[in-house]
């Protein structure tokens, strides 16, 4: 059975084992936006240290009980690019469109109600509206201008269309890390959305939501920067 190595990228380590992302998460190591350098490199660089061997022996561990219960990893790298576009579409831009409208409605009560008590929630509303405009708009982008050209360039590989596909993937590698810094600051802020003492339950449905926001954006842009984005080479 295979066994991720600190060698491995944190980017080739989730594209196997898409679970690892939580250890990545706990451990706050980035393996989307800047997941494409080995771990150790990674973990080299954190000023917070991190026990890699640790790790990477928990990731395995997991992954082993995953293999054993009966689950089959998914090769990205034979999954066609319009197969990849049309699963994103339906796992990350369908949650968003159906998310945001109702997620804004919850930041803001919450806002709205005990931001004179908890002043961080002034913050966390101005950064989850910035959040939701800038992925409405990068959506909108990629389903117009974008993901059209990886089917083109499936049935006519041109240099012409390679060229385009690369330089709107330069702009939204841009709005990847742009989101994914407001998603950072969401969760300093909310301590990892920890309820404060006495929380209602609109406070902890919308913690919960944020959370879960977190999660399908960091799957998201992973599987565009290092899937979509390098399946055209």
């Not at 240099?159 to 939204?172: G, P, V």
Request: overall charge negative; hydrophobic content about 30%; proline content about 4%.
């Amino acid at each position: 059975m295979r066994e991720f190595q600190l060698t491995d990228t944190p980017a080739d380590i989730v594209k196997v084992y898409p679970k690892a992302s939580d250890f990545f998460k706990k451990a706050k190591v980035d393996f989307c936006c800047g997941g494409d350098q080995p771990l150790q490199t990674i973990i080299d660089k954190k000023k917070k240290p991190i026990d890699g061997q640790q790790l990477i022996s928990s990731i395995n561990e997991s992954y082993q009980k995953w293999k054993e219960a009966g689950n089959k990893e998914v090769n990205w790298d034979e999954v066609s690019p319009s197969e990849v576009v049309n699963y994103v579409l339906e796992n990350h831009h369908h949650y968003l469109t159906e998310e945001l409208t109702p997620l804004s409605q919850f930041v803001t009560k919450i806002y709205r109600v005990h931001g004179t008590h908890h002043p961080h929630l002034e913050e966390l509303f101005k950064y989850f509206h910035q959040y939701k405009m800038e992925m409405e708009s990068h959506m909108i982008e990629e389903e117009r201008d974008l993901f059209p050209l990886f089917e083109q360039y499936e049935k006519n590989p041109t240099e012409q269309l390679k060229n385009r596909i690369f330089n709107l993937n330069e702009t939204m590698i841009k709005d990847h890390e742009y989101v994914g810094e407001l998603i950072q600051k969401m969760n300093e802020l909310t301590n990892n959305y920890t309820l404060p003492e006495g929380a209602c339950n609109s406070y902890r449905i919308t913690y919960e939501r944020l959370s879960e926001l977190e999660q399908n954006t960091y799957q998201h842009i992973h599987l565009e920067n290092n899937v979509l984005f390098k399946s055209v080479s």
